[in-house]
């Protein structure tokens, strides 16, 4: 990813100091959290302003660019759950990182919820008639001058993925109320000559659900979710408590 001047990209974010967590808030009460519950927030939303609408600032020389995310919200059994990818290591932007499946918008698209939909096919073979949209949380903008738009959709589970191997390298699922416990969600921060950097992250240990190299992922491993994956879980999260 292009960086700003006295910027730096962040390699690896699991060893930048944890300066605290977000203990002292409340969790997302379990009744808000359930698919009808989610439903109705989102067809009477609201006032709300995102906690976190972007990276920073932007690259002067670029034209902002559109592009959508799904937020599959998976209805298990147990409950809800978060559908995350874990993107290959050999990308040029984003590498291994966690992250919904989305991009950038095409013309045909004609709306962020089809660019959403469109992408979530093609990354991990998720498809439309097991999707339904609930809405919209606000645009997240990114350094690289992206405005993403984060297509938030209840996915009936009886899926199967087919993750694009170029991209994906694994997906996996995550509880929606651990999530929204902003008791898992850590602050990092680090100084450098002139200015610092701060993120939030949720790790997660748990089971992978596919990966593309048709090995099973292993039983037991953390997904470092971080970054603007971490900043649109936060912006949920203060979207179904306000």
């Known amino acids: 990813m292009p960086t700003l001047p006295n910027r730096p990209a962040i390699k690896e974010p699991w060893l930048v100091p944890v300066t605290g967590t977000d203990a002292h808030l ?17 067809l009477r939303p609201p006032p709300f302003d995102p906690e976190i609408p972007g990276d920073g600032g932007i690259l002067a020389e670029r034209s902002p660019t559109q592009a959508s995310v799904l937020v599959p919200l ?26 919904f499946p989305g991009g950038r918008a095409e013309p045909e698209d004609g709306s962020p919820e089809r660019t959403a939909l469109r992408e979530a096919q093609e990354e ?3 498809d439309e ?49 651990f999530l929204m416990d902003p008791a898992h969600h850590q602050r990092h921060r680090f100084e450098w000559e002139g200015g610092h950097r701060q993120f939030l992250s949720m790790p997660w ?5 596919a990966s593309s190299n048709g090995e099973h992922p292993a039983a037991q491993r953390e997904y470092f979710i971080w970054g603007a994956t971490a900043a649109m879980l936060r912006n949920l999260y203060r979207f179904l408590l306000a």
């Open 26 to 42: 409340p969790a997302v009460p379990a009744a808000r959290l359930t698919a009808d519950a989610l439903r109705e927030r989102f």
């Open 74 to 99: 998976v209805k298990r059994p147990e409950g809800l759950s978060v559908l995350l990818t874990q993107r290959t290591a050999h990308l040029r932007d984003h590498a291994g990182q966690v992250s």
């Open 124 to 126: 991990i073979g998720l």
């Open 129 to 177: 008639p097991f999707i339904d949209i609930l809405g919209q949380l606000p645009l997240y903008r990114t350094v690289t001058a992206f405005e993403v738009t984060p297509v938030v959709a209840l996915v009936r589970p009886e899926f199967v993925l087919r993750l694009d191997a170029v991209e994906v390298a694994e997906a996996f699922e995550v509880p929606l109320a």
């Open 205 to 209: 240990t748990g089971a992978g659900l």
